[in-house]
């Protein structure tokens, strides 16, 4: 079986097969490296990290629903300095691409944190612009376009990593969303993060969540993921990293033929830390049965 096959690139960064461990999901890969060897998977995402630490949300932070969950999780992280300490010597010692999501508050957030990780290898940072901009009434930084816009323009001109941009669902045209980003100077984007949802608990006729609202991930938004990687993959010229939803190598594929030249695998590792490796395995038997590269499927669509 040749296992080349699945080999892939993003913005010029090689990767040995496409798939990710998504923000959020994976923590910085230390726990999920007692399970399996992480060093089979292409790379991970980091956890979302801010100028402080944070011990994110209070309250009811995960909660089930038909075919997928809703999650209150929050920004719980070390801080940057904290990864930059405690995590980053091991996620640069397994052979993978180290993906780093950067979150923040305001633009100074932002800028701060892209100006801190300038000098530590690290393969792309992640722009989660899913955040509140606490100085702008606390609206999402990827709602409008406009809005994004000004927040990727400024941190391009400080970051020297390559830059990633992570796309809401929420937003109110994901399409020109993307354009706007790829303009600004972006080296690529990843879609989709969660979709607002709610949960209600009748027996104590209250809202689950402190926060009111939390985002819906899993099988259950495959499908309105999968229409917007299309849709933005037919807009932009810069690569993507697909997510939504997957948890089989037939999932994964979709996505590839239909824009990503990556994915992100995430609440399936809660399903099963070792999903991954099972999305792995399939597309490696694919690609080896139909004597087609990874590469040769992607955005065929």
Same mark, same amino acid.
């Given at each position: ?19 990710? @461990? ?9 726990? %999920? /490296?007692? $399970?399996?060897?992480?060093? *089979?998977? +292409? !790379? ?71 100006? @801190? ?9 992640? %722009? /989660?612009? $899913?955040?509140?901009?606490? *100085?702008? +009434? !606390? ?163």
């Amino acid at each position: 079986m040749d296992n080349n096959l699945l080999a892939t690139s993003f913005s010029g960064v090689k990767f040995k097969n496409p798939i990710v @461990l998504a923000s959020g999901t994976c923590g910085f890969g230390e726990n %999920l /490296n007692e $399970s399996f060897d992480i060093e *089979k998977l +292409g !790379g991970i995402s980091s956890k979302g990290l801010t100028i402080n630490p944070s011990p994110g949300n209070s309250g009811i932070r995960i909660w089930e629903t038909p075919s997928g969950i809703l999650n209150s999780v929050g920004l719980e992280n070390p801080g940057i300095q904290g990864f930059i300490d405690q995590h980053l010597e091991f996620v640069n010692s397994k052979n993978l691409v180290n993906i780093v999501n950067l979150s923040g508050h305001s633009i100074d957030d932002y800028i701060r944190g892209a100006d @801190l990780l300038n000098d530590y290898k690290i393969d792309f940072i992640e %722009l /989660n612009i $899913s955040c509140p901009n606490v *100085k702008n +009434g !606390g609206m999402n930084f990827g709602l409008k376009s406009e809005i994004a816009g000004d927040l990727v323009k400024k941190v391009r001109r400080v970051c020297k990593h390559k830059l990633i941009i992570k796309l809401s669902p929420n937003a109110e045209n994901i399409v020109d969303l993307a354009k706007v980003c790829e303009d600004e100077g972006a080296d690529g984007l990843s879609l989709v993060n969660t979709f607002l949802g709610m949960a209600i608990d009748i027996k104590n006729k209250k809202i689950v969540f402190d926060n009111t609202y939390a985002g819906l991930s899993g099988p259950a938004i495959k499908p309105l993921a999968l229409r917007m990687v299309h849709q933005v993959s037919k807009a932009v010229n810069i690569p993507i990293m697909g997510m939504g939803g997957i948890t089989s190598w037939q999932d994964a594929l979709e996505f590839i033929m239909a824009g990503a030249s990556i994915v992100q695998v995430g609440t399936a590792t809660f399903m099963n830390p070792k999903k991954s490796l099972e999305i792995i395995d399939g597309l490696n038997k694919y690609v080896n049965e139909n004597k087609v590269s990874i590469k040769d499927l992607t955005n065929i669509l």
